[in-house]
């Protein structure tokens, strides 16, 4: 090609996302009925009904351009959340929210701290603006070590990509730790907290509730929490999720964004979402049970599961996790090959239904004699 990139999208590797169904029926031709997608972290559960009725409501308004401040969710969030207006800004997904970050704080030069592994948009948020990606391996126990994080703050440090908890190893660093991690951060580094799975930690597991993290906004003006409606919610096709931040931080994210970077129907669908409590409990308290099941059901094949807060867990098989993912496809069940996280002797598996999650078994039960255990670190 002639023309050339600019230098720091040269950089940078494509984004390796789930592939769809369609691409799983048409390369080992199945019926898309019968593909069981468990790669994404989407919700199996589905969304509340009462979605679907809010949208149906609000029909004749779909030929109109959106508020493009949200203001409708945004009055709802600000008053579940018990802050102010001002200090919300909404994105297509957290995806946008995270490259709204990137654009608006990251130099050429700065550096930009993550745990590895966590979510890959990081890194390439960070490459795209000539940030420098400083990785800080997370512990033997999968948990974002927080000391060699602080250890890895330089005068160049700019942002701190903190995922909690965290995608794909489902640790959660817990309320105390957290607080104790952002008082120990310099002021002008940009904390970005993704909290996409925090419905899902664990607080038995955890010893006690978490923390109300928006509290912690009234303290810290360099914190920046994201949310999103894809996963308790399971509005992941809206593209729907928020940021709360100081205004002066969400007044820089502002000037970046797209005037309207956000649909009226993921409004209204976010909202709605937002007043059944009880379908986001039931979903919540479906995938505890199923989180159960899988630490259970995967012990008969010797395999070794990270205690998750999300939607999905990670398993050490001590096998090939792309042989595992390709012998999984050809039944149509859809999983991540750790390798891609850089740790080719797990998976990732999304917590499906009960359903769903005994067919993941027994294809597991059905392919596992036939995948050698490879040596650790082969
Ligand atoms: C940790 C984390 N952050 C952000 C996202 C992006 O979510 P969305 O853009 O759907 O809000 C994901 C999606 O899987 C994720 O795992």
Redesign the pocket.
Known sequence: MGVREKKSVEALKLYKAARTQESVCREYGIDINSVIKLA??ENRFGCSPKVIEALDKKKNEFAFYPDFNATALRTALSEKLGTSKEKFIFGN????L?SLVGAAFIDEGDEAIYADPS?G?YVNVTTLNGGKVVKVPVNKDFAVDTEAMLNAVTDKTKVIWL?NPN?PTGTVLPGSKLKDFISRIRRDILIVL?E??IDFIDEEENGGPYIDTVRLLEEYDNLII?R???KSYGL?SF?I?YGIADEAIIEGLTKVKLPINTTFASHVAAEAALLDEEFKTYVVESVREERKYYYNALEEFGFTTVHSNGNFIFVHTGRDGGRIEEALLKKGIMIRNGAEFGFPGHVRISIGTHEENVKVVEAFRSVIGDIPEVKEGD
């Open positions: 994404g972290n997904g957290s995806f946008e995270l979510f948009w995922c995608n993704d996409a799975y994201l999103t409606f894809s992941a593209r999720g």
